[in-house]
């Protein structure tokens, strides 16, 4: 188990990338973060946001235009071979021979480090024993991400890298790599996790930094950002037709409801105590010969915190900015 040090697991300082282009794409805009050790922090934001470029800059896969990024208080270009020892990579898709077995592949990548775990227990932590003398061709999607983590895990890192483990993985997947994260965690290493499943990060990082068109808008713990709101629950619901502006400022007006925002499918209210505003909220509505015709209520969510930020949800179309993955061949 790492001690935890004052030294940051990952520091970066007016980080920039730029790639040549007509006109230039300016994948990361100036970001700087620090990841304490012994923490999950998370990298959230839509495709398009700088995430990837970001992580690859951190993995030594790609240089910065400009800026500093240290890991584990070493810089690549100078540290290179003590940082590879140090960490642990799960790309966002992760290409490996049909034709060798997932023990033979685990076996390979632990002869990458001078130290690490043994590769049968590695396979045991990411349930995939059974899975041994399987060639890689035949696994499953959860299965090749869990194999994908396994060779991230099998060198024993002090930090690991995952990008964007979990997509698209059915529920079930999702949650037995949730189990392999958390556990990494708890042996008090420290995981560096993007995602796009605000769910995801709510459940498993203890802060995060919320990216958006190659820049940081948000950074805190899940819990501190969506309190940043003002309001802790969401009503969202529809009506047989739109709501005329001044019906819009009435409903604004309920005690307890912090905002309303217009959506193509109806609108979302960001509120402090739903029995207060429900009653209200379904009076006005009638008393106007307005019909619901769906509602829901729910807990606020770093999705809204994404929201409130940019005017816009996290599958909405990106902005111009886009990560390297999507601007560069391979």
């Not at 001044?246 to 960001?270: F, N, P, W």
Request: a negative charge; hydrophobic letters at 40%.
């Amino acid at each position: 188990m790492s001690s935890v040090s004052a030294v940051p697991a990952i520091r970066c300082a007016n980080l920039f990338k730029t790639y040549s282009g007509k006109p230039p794409v300016e994948a990361v805009r100036g970001i700087s973060f620090e990841v304490r050790q012994g923490e999950c922090f998370g990298v959230l934001g839509p495709n398009g946001a700088g995430k990837t470029t970001t992580i690859e800059i951190l993995e030594g896969l790609r240089d910065a235009t400009s800026g500093t990024a240290e890991v584990l208080g070493m810089q690549w270009g100078s540290d290179d071979a003590a940082i590879r020892q140090r960490i642990g990579v799960s790309l966002q898709e992760t290409r490996l021979s049909d034709r060798l077995t997932v023990g033979e592949i685990v076996t390979l990548f632990r002869s990458f480090y001078t130290t690490g775990i043994d590769p049968d227990e590695v396979l045991q932590r990411t349930s995939l024993t059974e899975k041994k003398s399987a060639w890689f061709k035949t696994l499953s999607g959860g299965q090749k991400q869990r194999l994908a983590v396994a060779t991230a895990l099998v060198g024993d890192p002090d930090l690991i890298f995952l990008d964007e483990p979990t997509t698209g993985l059915d529920p079930g997947s999702r949650r037995e790599l949730w189990d392999i994260v958390r556990s990494f965690g708890a042996a008090g290493k420290t995981v560096l996790l993007t995602t796009h499943y605000m769910e995801e990060a709510e459940q498993l990082c203890d802060r995060v930094a919320i990216f958006d068109a190659g820049k940081i808008i948000s950074e805190g713990s899940p819990r501190e950002l969506i309190r940043s709101l003002g309001s802790e629950h969401v009503i969202e619901f529809s009506t047989d037709r739109r709501l005329e502006p001044q019906h819009v400022v009435a409903l604004q007006a309920i005690s307890s409801v912090d905002r309303i925002e217009t959506e193509d499918s109806g609108y979302r209210m960001s509120i402090g105590v739903p029995h207060v505003v429900l009653p209200e909220l379904i009076k006005q509505l009638t008393d106007n010969n307005f019909t619901l015709t769906e509602l829901a209520t729910r807990s606020a969510s770093l999705e809204d915190v994404f929201v409130a930020k940019t005017g816009r949800h996290l599958n909405d179309h990106p902005p111009v900015v886009a990560d390297a993955a999507n601007v560069l061949p391979g």
